[in-house]
T-cell receptor
Framework: NAGVTQTPKFQVLKTGQSMTLQCAQDMNHEYMSWYRQDPGMGLRLIHYSVGAGITDQGEVPNGYNVSRSTTEDFPLRLLSAAPSQTSVYFC????????????FGPGTRLTVL | GENVEQHPSTLSVQEGDSAVIKCTYSDSASNYFPWYKQELGKGPQLIIDIRSNVGEKKDQRIAVTLNKTAKHFSLHITETQPEDSAVYFCAAFGSSYGNKLVFGAGTILRVKS
């Protein structure tokens, strides 16, 4: 099993550009989530999904969109990148909703100029 | 929604000493409390977790205690080793405000040899 994979590992964008961060898992987990990590602020939840076709907002959803068409994939879209979105982004998945271990991907380091 | 506070933000201990990290949560309906360890350049990894029907859990040198009345839980690491140096995150999960896993801001643990 590959676990949770994220692409790309690094990305530099200009303000106003759009892009999609990819996340895939091969553990058949229903629960998937996106976090951003900023210095001194821990991991903040952006969006999460409890199954295909079901998504909901986390603590910091503004500027980000998600969709969940399959169990395996949970892409995160930045519609118009802003410097405030410079961060490290982690995708995670887990079984049994959020009540069990979450497996994190290796992260995507995004810089918005 | 849920709010998790974590202290201290940094902790330095001598090899062989114990380390304690404390977290408080706001939502009395939260019932799952995991601890994650993040090494440099990697995604967080679960090290131990506790559910609300248990007051204490131990796994070798690591233990977690939960006080539901006071709404706080703590991570205890005994006989610390240099490889324990990392960032540690606590988290709380409950369904009263949606199925959200909310993290604390993290503690940087340095074990000096």
């Amino acid at each position: 099993n590959a676990g949770v994979t994220q692409t790309p590992k690094f990305q530099v964008l200009k303000t106003g550009q759009s892009m999609t961060l990819q996340c895939a898992q091969d553990m058949n987990h229903e629960y998937m989530s996106w976090y951003r990590q900023d210095p001194g602020m821990g991991l903040r939840l952006i969006h999460y999904s409890v199954g295909a076709g079901i998504t909901d907002q986390g603590e910091v959803p503004n500027g980000y969109n998600v969709s969940r068409s399959t169990t395996e994939d949970f892409p995160l879209r930045l519609l118009s990148a802003a410097p405030s979105q410079t961060s490290v982004y982690f995708c995670a998945s887990g079984g049994g909703g959020g009540y069990n271990e979450q497996f994190f991907g290796p992260g995507t380091r995004l810089t918005v100029l | 929604g849920e709010n998790v506070e974590q202290h201290p933000s940094t902790l330095s201990v001598q090899e062989g000493d114990s380390a304690v990290i404390k977290c408080t949560y706001s939502d009395s309906a939260s019932n799952y409390f995991p601890w994650y360890k993040q090494e440099l350049g990697k995604g967080p990894q679960l090290i131990i977790d506790i559910r609300s029907n248990v007051g204490e859990k131990k796994d070798q040198r690591i233990a977690v205690t939960l006080n539901k009345t006071a709404k706080h839980f703590s991570l205890h690491i005994t006989e610390t080793q240099p490889e324990d140096s990392a960032v540690y995150f606590c988290a709380a999960f409950g369904s009263s405000y949606g199925n959200k896993l909310v993290f604390g801001a993290g503690t940087i643990l340095r074990v000096k040899s």
